[in-house]
């Protein structure tokens, strides 16, 4: 910042808890005018907290802001952020991929446009002097779903740029937050990005840009602010600053082992081997699992891992691979959920609403729906047995329910979770794969569904948990592969298994970055 | 007894008693014709065929499809009842089956469209039921055919037990079926998922496909019989003879899945709400009011059933 200038926002003291538990700690952040502004951070540092109380949608419990020097009152009301120079650009785009180019950009620009009559040629007319203006080539007319991923994110962009200029009558040009616009682009497009984020600060626009990728950070911004468990590490000038220095910002130094897996025993019976894989991201993955073991996946945003248990369950197609459990041999292409069940595997979906449970449904209809046809007749259904088996199921897996009759959307997230466990692991499968398994669910839960886990590996079966949470990998998995690009980029095995570990491997430079 | 088990209760009967209490309001004030066995029988008889309709459209609905074809359907496959028996002099045991697999057939051609092409069940049927009309009106000269075989009658409406024509123990017996095969069949609970959690149960191993596909083929063999026993009911086909019964099918399986098992289409649900229905445009007619009360009663009975059903549960959202 150089002094005597009125920065573009200034953040002090900014700390909003939610239960007791503070996501955000007097977190201090400064963004000057025409600069960009690196943001970064795990899972969980507080990044999208901050981020969702810039945008109005929580209410911090203390703190200031301040827009070009003049005071705005927290929480900003929904919608009123633009009217103080601000708009955000989220990782979805908000953009409704059925309607046109034109539709998207003036959604919701309620200020200037006409309720009453909508001038469809002036509006394009408009459209196309903006994106001159941009240097972005757009065709009013064209359907959003027709552009490339990059051309929707630089619509969204320009969009939000739009926007913030009504602004530019109290004098400032406004600021964009850029909350991971990357993570599904190529590598070219990321640099397009960036060139016409950085046309964007030469008006005078400031940029909040939110990354995992610490490389794009190093890359694009001027400075960047590191954030863990809520407070502000530190702010970088990063043309003054190492790579290493802020990889260690990000993760910090644990000092103890939160490890609750015991080593991994040799067992007799053939290992899992899953060869050639590859799927919409993922592409050529082999990998071994033994009887017993945990394997964790992880990676960045973006990098694939969380493909690959619906890949192998047959829930999302497989472009090639082949799986070998058990002395069978399964084409992935042709995998189904059907056959994969019978092969014995279970696919514990993340989506716990959609994918997981009916949740109009009850219990046992839930539960016992595996069942049906296979280890129960199909014929007759006797409703006391399957009130009994899911009753025992219920038991095991310590679901606290009233009844097995109960619809499953009454129950907390930690017991709808525990209950679809139960549902799969009844079948006794020798493949368990785990995507997010213990996403949105406390820590006492949590606790139960890691000792299932364990169990479960003790009696023999494979576990493959996808997940973002490095702490989890260190308390449960065996051995841990980290993606990047759709391949595997590292792996880790035994103590070496631990979350500064595995986020070092994660934000280490890729091979594609460095061959830019 | 809890008290919420007392509300899920009142609100599984709460149709049922106000059936009863529309029938002592009604008897009360016209005990001589409406408080009469004959006017009953004839109630059961002559509605079997919109209960075997909407009982045709639980099957779909459950699997979370719509198919607006059923009561044209039923237009179709009676008026092609009637051309074979009528004029053509083809015998009942080559009639019937001939029926059922153009049925059978409809739903097949409902459940290619929609899955394979991915076109929404609503928009489908909906011109496959238009086309069907067409058809029917085509074949039919847009005239009533009559002059059906008489041993049709004789099994539809002549021969009665208890008073009650025997097309009734038809629908009854189509509602022990389906109420069976929804409650008590892995089928069953198959259709359930497939209409409430469609991605659940394609991840534990439905074939949602083909579940669907099947539920269109029960629909469409469930508008032939109603379009059997409709010929039979009236020895006679008419070309619009299903389009009145279309929206009162709805409305009865809508107002079904508020009683009985409530939250859920059902078989007995669906019996009961038809029953009600007409039980209460019978009443309102022996009263003296004109042909508009059926509307009125049918579509009123149905919002308001359904925002009182919705009361007694709490205002919960419902995805039917």
């Known amino acids: 910042m150089i002094d005597g200038t009125i920065p573009r926002l200034a953040i002090k003291g900014l700390s909003k808890s939610f239960g007791g538990v503070r996501a955000l700690s007097r977190a201090d952040l400064t963004v000057d005018a025409a600069e960009i502004h690196g943001l970064l951070g795990k899972n969980g540092s507080g990044k999208s907290t901050l981020i969702k109380i810039l945008s109005g949608f929580h209410a911090p419990d203390e703190g200031t802001l301040e827009i070009d020097g003049r005071p705005v009152s927290l929480p900003i009301p929904l919608g009123q952020s633009e009217a103080h120079g601000l708009a955000f650009v989220h990782q979805n785009l908000g953009l409704l991929a059925d309607a046109t180019v034109l539709e998207n950009l003036i959604a919701g620009d309620h200020g200037r446009l006409n309720p009453w009559h909508i001038n469809w040629r002036a509006e394009a007319a408009r459209a196309r002097v903006l994106f001159d203006e941009h240097h972005l080539r757009l065709d009013p007319g064209m359907a959003v779903s027709d552009l490339s991923p990059v051309k929707r994110a630089q619509l969204a962009i320009v969009r939000a740029a739009d926007r913030v200029r009504a602004h530019q009558a109290h004098g400032g040009a406004g600021l964009l937050v850029l909350d991971e616009p990357t993570p599904f682009l190529p590598m070219e497009d990321v640099h397009e990005l960036f060139a016409m984020m950085r046309r964007l600060t030469a008006r005078g626009i400031g940029i909040i840009f939110v990354s995992h990728d610490i490389d794009e950070v190093m890359e694009v911004t001027d400075r960047a602010t590191v954030l863990r468990d809520g407070h502000v590490i530190g702010s970088f000038v990063t043309a003054q600053t190492a790579r290493a220095q802020i990889v260690e910002a990000i993760v910090g130094r644990s000092l103890t082992s939160d490890r609750i897996v015991q080593d991994l025993m040799l067992r007799s019976g053939p290992a899992t081997h899953v060869q050639n894989l590859s799927g919409h991201t993922v592409r050529d993955i082999t990998l071994s699992i033994a009887p017993g073991e945990i394997l964790g996946l992880t990676g960045l945003i973006g990098s694939g891992y969380d493909e690959v248990p619906y890949l192998l369950s047959g829930a999302a197609p497989a472009r090639s691979g082949h799986l070998d459990l058990s002395g069978d041999r399964h084409d992935l292409p042709r995998m189904t959920p059907t056959a994969a069940i019978d092969a014995g595997i279970a696919l514990i979906p993340a989506d716990r609403q959609k994918a997981g449970l009916a949740l109009d449904l009850s219990l046992t209809e839930n539960v016992t729906l595996p069942l049906l046809g296979r280890q129960m007749s199909g014929a007759l259904l006797n409703h006391r047995r399957l009130a009994d088996k899911t009753a025992a199921v219920m038991a095991r897996f310590a679901v606290k329910a009233e009844a097995p009759g109960q619809a499953a959307s009454e129950l907390s997230g930690g017991n709808q979770q525990k209950l679809v466990l139960g549902k799969w692991l009844q079948l006794g499968p020798r493949l368990v794969l785990l995507d997010e398994p213990t996403q949105g669910i406390d820590v006492g839960a949590r606790r139960e569904i890691y000792d299932r886990i364990i169990e479960l590996c003790a009696a023999g079966a494979s576990v493959i948990c996808a997940t973002s949470e490095f702490e989890q990998l260190e308390m449960i998995a065996h051995r841990v592969l980290v993606f990047d690009r759709g391949r595997i980029k590292a792996e880790l095995s035994g103590s070496n298994v631990t979350k500064s570990a595995i986020a070092e491997a994660c934000y280490q430079e890729s091979r594609s970055h460095a061959s830019v | 007894m809890r008290l919420s088990d007392l509300a899920y209760q009142a609100e599984r009967f709460g149709l049922v008693i106000v059936w009863i209490a529309v029938i002592a309001v009604f008897g009360a004030l016209r005990p001589d014709t409406f408080l009469t066995w004959s006017n009953f029988s004839t109630i059961f008889g002559s509605e079997a065929v919109l209960v075997i309709v909407t009982l045709g459209l639980v099957i779909p609905l459950t699997a979370g499809d719509f198919d607006l074809s059923i009561a044209q359907t039923l237009t179709f496959t009676s008026m092609l009842t009637a051309i074979m028996s009528a004029k053509m002099g083809v015998a009942l045991d080559v009639v019937i089956p001939v029926t059922l697999a153009a049925g059978a057939l409809i739903g097949v051609i409902n459940g290619t469209i929609t899955l394979y092409f991915r076109v929404h069940s609503l928009i489908v049927t909906l011109g496959v039921g238009t086309f069907l009309h067409g058809v029917t009106l085509w074949i039919s000269d847009s005239q009533t055919i009559g002059g059906v075989s008489p041993a049709l009658m004789q099994y539809v409406i002549i021969q009665r037990f208890f008073g009650i024509p025997i097309s009734f ?107 009600f229905l007409v039980t209460g445009i019978n009443g309102l007619s022996v009263l003296g009011f004109r042909t508009f009360v059926q509307d009125l009663f049918y579509g009123g009975a149905l919002i308001v059933a359904v925002m009182v059903s919705q009361l007694i549960s709490g205002r919960k959202e419902r995805n039917l």
């Open chain 2, 169 to 275: 123990y038809y629908a009854i017996g189509l509602a022990a079926l389906i109420w069976y095969g929804l409650a008590y069949t892995a089928f069953g609970q198959q259709l359930l998922f497939t209409g409430r959690g469609r991605e659940v149960g394609r991840l534990t191993g439905v074939a949602v496909g083909r579940v669907r596909l099947i539920s269109f083929v029960a629909s469409g063999m469930m508008g032939a019989i109603a379009g059997l026993l409709y010929t039979g009911t009236t020895g006679s086909a008419n070309p619009s003879s299903g389009t009145m019964l279309l929206l009162p099918a709805f409305a009865a399986a809508f107002l079904g899945a508020t009683c009985i098992k409530p939250g859920r289409f059902n078989a007995w649900g669906s019996v009961v709400a038809v029953y």
